[in-house]
T-cell receptor, first 114, second 113 residues
């Protein structure tokens, strides 16, 4: 399976600022995804990061709030913009390796907004 | 109705017990059924997955799918304290939702020595 790293692992940010989270994979993958996991909740898909085209966002998530880049097949970034305390969450990237059924996750970025 | 329902627990069992974790789902189009394990402050790791109905065994873990009832299970035999984690079921969408994973809420399991 692919090895996935994320930076930063955690951060504490002030309201109104933005944070960019990086996701690096050790091999080329077709599909990358960004999820949010709020305390005590399951994972919610934010968007699918497509290489060479715009990200595809899920209902309730918009590009202005969560801009995503996917410059190549091993890297993606998610920016959480104009943060509020409600954005406090764990943000996870995942990749689909052998077939879209199997996804592998990074360790997550734990974000606290004060 | 949510696509995938899972009792969040928590579930607490003694070491050596047989653990049964379950999910129900509503979309009959789901074909793959996956179980992820998530340790505290870590990302989910794929534990095992099955295709369509039937059983699949991997060591102490057995995944079971009953498509007629839209019900899936994960059994852990001879549970160990190291099995203490949150277990999430997930199912990938198809067609226009290709690549999207539908997750249950996760069941928090504690195995005490």
């Amino acid at each position: 399976s692919a090895v996935i790293s994320q930076k930063p692992s955690r951060d504490i940010c002030q309201r109104g600022t933005s944070l960019t989270i990086q996701c690096q994979v050790d091999s080329q993958v077709t599909m990358m995804f960004w999820y949010r996991q709020q305390p005590g909740q399951s994972l919610t898909l934010i968007a699918t990061a497509n290489q060479g085209s715009e990200a595809t966002y899920e209902s309730g998530f918009v590009i202005d709030k969560f801009p995503i880049s996917r410059p190549n097949l091993t890297f993606s970034t998610l920016t959480v913009s104009n943060m509020s305390p409600e954005d406090s969450s764990i943000y996870l990237c995942s990749v689909a390796d052998r077939g879209v059924g199997e996804q592998y996750f990074g360790p997550g970025t734990r974000l606290t907004v004060t | 109705q949510k696509e995938v329902e899972q009792d969040p627990g928590p579930l607490s069992v003694p070491e050596g017990a047989i653990v049964s974790l379950n999910c129900t789902y509503s979309n009959s189009a789901f074909q793959y059924f996956m179980w992820y394990r998530q340790y505290s402050r870590k990302g989910p790791e794929l534990l095992m997955y099955t295709y369509s109905s039937g059983n699949k065994e991997d060591g102490r873990f057995t995944a079971q799918v009953d498509k007629s009832s839209k019900y899936i299970s994960l059994f852990i035999r001879d549970s160990q304290p190291s099995d203490s984690a949150t277990y999430l079921c997930a199912m990938p969408g198809g067609g226009s939702t290709l690549g999207r994973l539908y997750f249950g809420r996760g069941t928090q399991l504690t195995v005490w020595p």
